[in-house]
């Protein structure tokens, strides 16, 4: 439900209100939706004209919806996932980094924001006195509904509902693809120093991709309870790092070299934003996910890249182990 603190709104699925029951990829049932509507209706008195982005997920969605001519600023990490945010429009901080300053130059009637925070960031953000929309998704229902949420503040809430209907729809067309071929053990994470695992909506997109994921999402672990897993795909979408994860040299410096994933030449990186941005964007980490776990029957796509044979390399002396 959207939670109405005055000027600041918090929207979180964990709470749930009447209307169409949802359920998400993982099974996690969301019952938000139809109010959503009603409470960001109620929320604003008006669709807001200028919105400042401090996250690439707001950004896109706001794409998405078809609402982006509404947006006067946005970071540099909206514009690296959003080409088409960066003209015209005010380069700001992001919610880790906000500063007040920055946010009221840029004149908005609402702020969007999402996870990760800081105390002094959040502070920073209400220091503005703009109406601000915090986002905390965890799986793929929330992001439904942070989707069909912003639809409905900008005053176009059926946009809303048919980009979550394509994903959903996306989403189960390639589970039935993929629901009759052998199932991989996968090990996905979103950071190598120290090493975390990959969000829940990533583990929900490996299960719908025919995969198992391994490891608890989003909580850090050890190369070696990764070795000890001996997974059958070893895949790195690290935050912020685009494609220029160093599957070669982090194989190696974990000790790594002997994992099946690594014989078999099953090491991949996915582009940052296509599993690390909680927006439609995901479907093309789908895609690729698949592409990985199921390559004989998925299609290669960008922002999906293989390891090279790690076998013919030699350990670099004084590396650091990443």
Not at 106 to 127: D, T
Not at 170 to 198: D, H, M, T, Y
Not at 257 to 283: H, K
């Amino acid at each position: 439900m959207v939670e109405d603190l005055g000027r600041v709104h918090f929207l979180d699925c964990n709470q749930t209100g009447g209307g169409r029951v949802r359920k998400g990829p993982g099974g996690r049932h969301c019952n938000a939706f139809k109010i959503l509507h009603g409470a960001a209706r109620m929320t604003f008195a008006h669709t807001p004209r200028r919105v400042v982005s401090l996250q690439p997920s707001a950004t896109v969605i706001l794409q998405a919806i078809g609402q982006l001519d509404r947006l006067v600023a946005c970071t540099r990490y909206c514009v690296d996932v959003c080409p088409e945010a960066a003209s015209g429009r005010t380069i700001v901080d992001d919610s880790w980094t906000a500063h007040a300053e920055e946010i009221i130059a840029a004149q908005p009637e609402l702020v969007i924001a999402a996870v990760p925070y800081q105390q002094k960031s959040v502070a920073e953000i209400l220091k503005s006195d703009a109406r601000f929309l915090g986002l905390a998704p965890k799986t793929v229902a929330d992001i439904y509904t942070d989707i069909v949420a912003i639809a409905g503040i900008m005053g176009v809430p059926e946009r809303g509902e048919e980009v979550v209907n394509a994903m959903e729809a996306e989403i189960e067309r390639v589970r039935e693809r993929a629901k009759r071929l052998v199932r991989r053990r996968v090990f996905c994470e979103e950071w190598g120093k120290p090493l975390i695992a990959s969000q829940a909506w990533v583990a929900e997109l490996v299960d719908a991709a025919g995969g198992t994921s391994v490891g608890t999402p989003g909580l850090e672990t050890t190369a070696q309870n990764v070795a000890n897993a001996d997974p059958d795909l070893l895949i790195a979408a690290w935050c912020g790092a685009g494609d220029r994860v160093p599957l070669e040299k982090i194989t190696r410096n974990r000790g790594w070299n002997g994992l099946r994933a690594v014989q078999q030449g099953r090491v991949y990186c996915v582009r940052d934003e296509l599993l690390n941005t909680p927006a439609p964007t995901l479907i093309s980490g789908l895609h690729a996910l698949a592409a990985a776990i199921h390559p004989e029957h998925f299609p290669r796509v960008p922002g999906l890249r293989c390891i090279t044979d790690v076998s013919r390399e030699t350990r670099t002396p004084d590396a650091p182990v990443v």
